[in-house]
């Protein structure tokens, strides 16, 4: 793996007929994905959105290669996915900073797991920290910061391998509605730049339409792609875009397959 | 600051030095109190200061030194010893459900045995040199450590583990990095027990058959001699080692434990 690796991917995800399944008690299984279909071309930022349980998580671990699937394929530009991915960087919906580490060594933390030597790490470390406006914090633990910093320290290390896939699993969730839509801006920001392949669990249809090129909703458990939206606002966005009517049209276009399973239940 | 301190700050306000020099002072006091109100002989209970007197001339004299330095001798070797295997057993037992199963009938049973029965048998088994001493210092030194050790990784946060493998982070990447960093403050809590435990491990070995070492010139002191005060200050010797020992684990413990 050189540092130049991740860059020269396209980061293309294509997955056919994913099916998973976890055991709960001694025989049964409960099945969170089944037969999910999807593209996701390079570059597309595409938000998933489902009830809970419709395994939007569990998606995103596969394409993570932290799951394999139980059938059907999940590939990465072509191969299939086993395993972690240099190309892919994960986000969770907690910082999951060391909390020992201060920021700047939590940042350096996949560097140092990748073996890039000293120098390199510095300065790519510090780098980021500007970026990500982590200077200040660069020397404090993370009990010392607030949600929003750790969230982006968290964001700067996922970053800090360059990957080509960016998948983020309700990202800015536990923070409050400023702070994250401050943040949004800054992921939007972010994407529009380095054209990243972008895959992010939301419960915010606004954020989905703010963020994603396209919507893709989950139906509820077994998870299966219900819909999939287009989100025909033009780039750059800015907070302002959520007004338009363009907007409110594509949210009750995902309300309405989001409430599908309900309506499905009562007719039978 | 989350590293818990050696002495901490009375309620009151008083430092913590002048508090535990007061305690001190009334354990001398009382100490003393016990010795003219209930009248004992010097060789029931000395007085404090007829201790404290042959404590200074028996270090002068050369007649604690080189016990002390046997049994210190014993007790790090016995605590290395003991501790390193507890770190890898506990870490085992932490990670490998069949080596729990497995191990810890027999961790128990060890463990509930009184090394005090032990004893004379490594004595007959290892001979009155340093190594029945070793043996037992581990013994007593395993326990605590190991259960400590795998209390502690066993709490690692699961989540912080899945991060590590989505970061592509090797088993022993894991070990270094994550595993061993966060068990740590339940590592050194096993730690400072073990320490004192050695203390005590050695002078029992030295009890059932030593050619040197305190636990030796307590009997000596007692039989041979007939030297309460000696006995007495040769006590001593044994809880200012087993404090200093104490202290220096805590004092490796706030160099290698970050505040968190």
């Known amino acids: ?268 | 600051m989350t590293v818990i301190p050696a002495f901490r700050h009375a309620p009151t306000g008083i430092p913590g030095f002048l508090a535990a020099a007061l305690t001190f002072g009334a354990f001398v006091l009382g100490w003393k109190a016990l010795v003219v109100v209930g009248g004992y002989p010097p060789f029931i209970l000395p007085p404090p200061e007829q201790v404290a007197a042959r404590f200074v001339s028996a270090w002068a004299d050369g007649t604690i030194l080189p016990h002390a330095l046997r049994t210190l001798f014993e007790v790090a070797l016995g605590f290395g010893v003991g501790a390193g295997l507890a770190l890898v057993t506990g870490y085992a037992l932490a990670r490998l459900p069949l080596a729990e199963r497995l191990l810890s009938p027999y961790l128990v049973a060890a463990q509930a045995t009184p090394i005090l029965a032990l004893a004379p048998l490594l004595a007959l088994w290892f001979g009155p040199g340093l190594t029945a001493k070793i043996v037992i210092c581990a013994l007593i030194v395993f326990f605590p450590v190991a259960i400590a050790t795998m209390v502690g990784v066993r709490a690692v946060d699961a989540r912080l583990l899945e991060l590590a493998r989505s970061l592509r982070a090797t088993r022993w990447q894991i070990v270094t990095t994550l595993e061993v960093p966060a068990a740590l403050p339940a590592i050194f809590g096993g730690l400072r027990v073990g320490v004192t435990l050695a203390v005590v491990g050695a002078i029992v070995g030295e009890w059932a058959g030593a050619d040197r070492g305190l636990g030796l010139l307590v009997n000596l002191a007692r039989g041979a001699l007939f030297d309460i005060p000696l006995m007495f200050a040769t006590l001593l010797t044994i809880a200012l080692l087993g404090i200093g020992l104490y202290g220096l684990v805590v004092l490796v413990e706030r160099a290698l434990v970050r505040p968190r």
């Open chain 1, 1 to 268: 793996m050189t540092s130049a690796g991740a860059n020269a991917s396209p980061g293309r995800i294509e997955l056919r007929d994913v099916a998973v399944s976890f055991p709960v008690g001694l025989d049964e299984r409960l099945v969170a994905l089944d037969g999910v279909d999807l593209v996701v071309e390079p570059g597309e930022l595409v938000a998933l959105i489902g009830p809970n349980g419709s395994g939007k998580s569990t998606l995103l671990r596969v394409i993570g290669g932290l799951l394999a699937p139980d059938r059907g394929e999940a590939l990465l530009d072509g191969r299939p996915i086993a395993g972690s991915d240099a190309k892919v960087g994960l986000v969770f919906q907690e910082p999951r900073l060391l909390p020992w580490r201060t920021t700047e060594a939590n940042v350096a933390y996949p560097l140092e797991l990748a073996g890039r030597p000293a120098p390199e790490i510095h300065g790519r470390v510090a780098d980021l920290l500007r970026s990500m406006r982590l200077e200040a914090a660069a020397d404090q633990i993370p009990s010392q910061l607030s949600g929003g910093m750790r969230q982006r320290a968290a964001l700067a290390r996922t970053l800090a391998l360059e990957p080509a896939v960016l998948l983020l699993d309700e990202p800015f969730s536990a923070l409050d509605e400023l702070t994250r839509e401050r943040l949004n801006l800054e992921l939007l920001e972010l994407t529009e730049r380095t054209r990243t392949t972008v895959v992010l669990v939301t419960h915010s249809v606004q954020e989905a339409i703010f963020l994603a090129d396209r919507v893709v909703v989950l139906s509820a458990r077994p998870g299966r792609v219900a819909a999939e939206i287009l989100v025909e606002l033009p780039r750059p966005r800015s907070l302002g875009d959520l007004d338009a009517a363009v907007v409110t049209e594509t949210a009750r276009a995902i309300r309405a397959h989001l409430a599908e399973p309900d309506t499905t239940e009562a007719a039978a």
